[in-house]
């Protein structure tokens, strides 16, 4: 059974930094692409990031030079680092892996930036 647990979310101003945690079971997770996305009310869920198996990166246009995805292959988790927050960024935040041609996310985290 395949669980994404998501961590870290919480209230920033902008400007500030904020880290989230995605947590894996389930799956071989060093063999897997992982990935970040998000959704702000009113609007549909978007990529912000995804980190291959060999640890390659993909970024939006959006977020590139403000947050940076890793991965701790002994820990099975994934992480999202978000600095130089804005107002833009608020939004609920899901970490999702495609396993065996399915789509599985996490509950989601709310990211809020506001001052």
């Known amino acids: 059974q395949v669980q994404l647990v998501e961590s870290g979310g919480g209230l920033a101003q902008p400007g500030r930094s904020l880290r989230l945690s995605c947590a894996a079971s389930?799956?071989?997770?060093?063999?897997?692409?992982m990935g970040w996305y998000r959704q702000a009310p009113g609007k549909q869920r978007e990529l912000v990031a995804t980190i291959t198996s060999r640890g390659s990166t993909n970024y939006a246009n959006s977020v590139k030079g403000r947050f940076t995805i890793s991965r701790d292959n002994a820990k099975n988790t994934v992480y999202l680092q978000m600095n130089s927050l804005k107002p833009e960024d608020t939004a609920v935040y899901y970490c999702n892996v495609q396993y065996v041609l399915r789509d599985y996310w996490g509950q989601g985290t709310q990211v809020t930036v506001s001052s």
């Open positions: 389930g799956i071989i997770f060093s063999l897997y692409t």
